[in-house]
C-alpha cells in the first residue's frame, strides 16, 4: 500500500451496451499482421469491446500451422494448454453456441479474476490454472500477460508481455516434470518452432520486459492479487491515498468478518470496514480514486460473498470515476454471477 504513482493520462470511458454484430469498419492493419479475417477481429474485439494485441493474432496463426482443423486445441495433448475467451471467437464456436445473447463480461471469467483480465488460456481444470491479459485501462492495449490458479488463491502472476513468452515459460516448466522421453520431444519441437516463430515476429521471451518495468513504477498499491493498480495522480499527489490498513491488518479484519459466529458478532467486526468506506467518500471528494478502487479490490480479491454488497458499491463507483466504464459494467455482471466453476458462455 505504497504511494506516490506517477501521473498516467485517464483513459476514455470504453462504449457501453455495443452488440457483437460481424458489420462495421474493418481496422486498417499493417502488413505484418496475422491475416485473420477482418470480420473475425472486429467480431472479437466487438464482442468483448476490448482491442486484442496484434500477438493475439499471430498466437493464433502459428496454432492454426500447428493443429489447421482445430487451432484451439493444437496445444492441449502436448502442453496442457487450450485456447478459449476471444479466441472461442475466431474459431467460430460463438455460433454454435446455445445462448443466442451470450454475456462475453463473464466468458471465461474465473472467481477470482478482476476486470482488468481477460482469459485466453486454459490448463489444469484442478487448480484452474489460466493466462490471460492484463489491462490497466480498458481502452488501452494489455500491459502484461498474468497467470492464475483460482483453486489456490487470488494472486495473479505476471508471465510475459506477450502470449508467445507466457505459453514457453508454461512449457519450460512442463519440460521440467516430464520424464518420458517421447513427451520430451514433443515438448522440445514445440519449443523450438515457438521461439523460432517469436524471434521472426520481434517478440520478446523474457519473463519481465523493461516495459513491464516501467509499467511497475505507475503502480500505486500491490493490492491483495499483487498485480498491481494504476491510477493517475498529478505533481501534488492528488489521485491516490493510502487505506488506514495494512494488507495483513485488512486481512485480519476480512476473517473476523467471514468467520463471526452470529450476525451480530459479524456486524461489530464490520467497524473497521465501515470507518475506512467514510474515508473513500472523502477520498472520492478530492479526487483520491484509488483508494475506494483498491479497497473495492482487495474486498473482491478476499472472496467472501459477505463483502460483494460493499464491492458492488466500491468498485463500479470507483471505475466510473476513473473512466473506466467497461470494468464498472464487467464487475457488476460478475458479482450477480459469482461462481466457482468458470463460465463458458458459449457451449454448445
Avoid at 23 to 50: F, I, M, V
Amino acid at each position: 500500500m505504497t504511494g506516490g504513482g506517477k501521473r498516467r493520462p485517464r483513459g476514455a470511458a470504453g462504449p457501453a451496451g455495443e452488440q457483437c454484430e460481424k458489420n462495421g469498419d474493418t481496422k486498417k492493419r499493417r502488413s505484418n499482421q496475422a491475416d485473420t479475417t477482418g470480420s473475425l477481429r472486429q467480431e472479437a474485439e466487438t464482442c468483448y469491446r476490448l482491442t486484442l494485441p496484434e500477438d493475439f493474432y499471430q498466437f493464433w496463426r502459428f496454432c492454426e500451422e500447428l493443429d489447421p482443423e482445430k487451432p484451439s486445441d493444437a496445444l492441449v495433448s502436448s502442453v496442457g494448454l487450450r485456447l478459449v475467451g476471444p479466441y472461442d471467437i475466431l474459431a467460430g464456436k460463438h455460433k454454435k453456441a446455445k445462448s443466442t445473447n451470450p454475456d462475453f463480461n463473464l466468458h471465461w471469467r474465473f472467481f477470482y479474476d478482476p476486470p482488468e483480465f481477460q482469459t485466453i488460456l486454459v490448463a489444469d481444470s484442478k487448480t484452474q490454472y489460466h493466462m490471460g491479459y492484463f489491462r490497466d485501462v480498458p481502452d488501452e492495449l494489455p500491459v502484461w500477460v498474468g497467470a492464475n490458479e483460482a483453486k489456490k488463491s487470488c494472486v495473479i502472476s505476471q508471465v510475459g508481455d506477450n502470449v508467445f513468452a507466457a505459453v514457453k515459460l508454461f512449457l519450460l516448466k512442463k519440460l521440467k516434470e516430464v520424464t518420458d522421453k517421447k513427451k520430451t520431444a514433443i515438448l522440445k519441437d514445440i519449443d523450438e518452432k515457438l521461439t523460432r516463430t517469436a524471434k521472426e515476429l520481434g517478440y520478446s521471451l523474457e519473463q519481465k520486459t523493461v516495459k513491464m518495468k516501467q509499467r511497475d513504477k505507475k503502480v500505486v498499491t500491490k493490492a491483495f492479487h499483487g498485480a498491481g493498480l494504476v491510477v493517475p495522480v498529478d505533481k501534488n499527489d492528488v489521485g491516490y491515498r493510502e487505506l488506514p490498513e495494512t494488507n495483513a491488518n485488512l486481512r485480519r479484519i476480512c476473517k473476523a468478518i467471514v468467520d463471526a459466529s452470529t450476525d451480530d458478532e459479524r456486524l461489530k467486526a464490520f467497524a473497521p470496514i465501515q470507518e475506512m468506506l467514510t474515508f473513500v467518500q472523502f477520498a472520492n471528494d478530492e479526487c483520491d480514486y484509488g483508494m475506494g478502487y483498491e479497497l473495492g479490490i482487495d474486498l473482491f480479491c478476499y472472496g467472501s460473498h459477505y463483502f460483494h454488497k460493499t464491492v458492488g458499491q466500491l468498485l463500479p463507483l470507483a471505475y466510473t470515476l476513473l473512466q473506466r466504464s467497461l470494468f464498472a459494467e464487467i464487475i457488476q455482471s460478475h458479482l450477480a454471477n459469482r461462481r466457482e466453476e468458470p463460465l463458458d458462455q458459449l457451449a454448445p
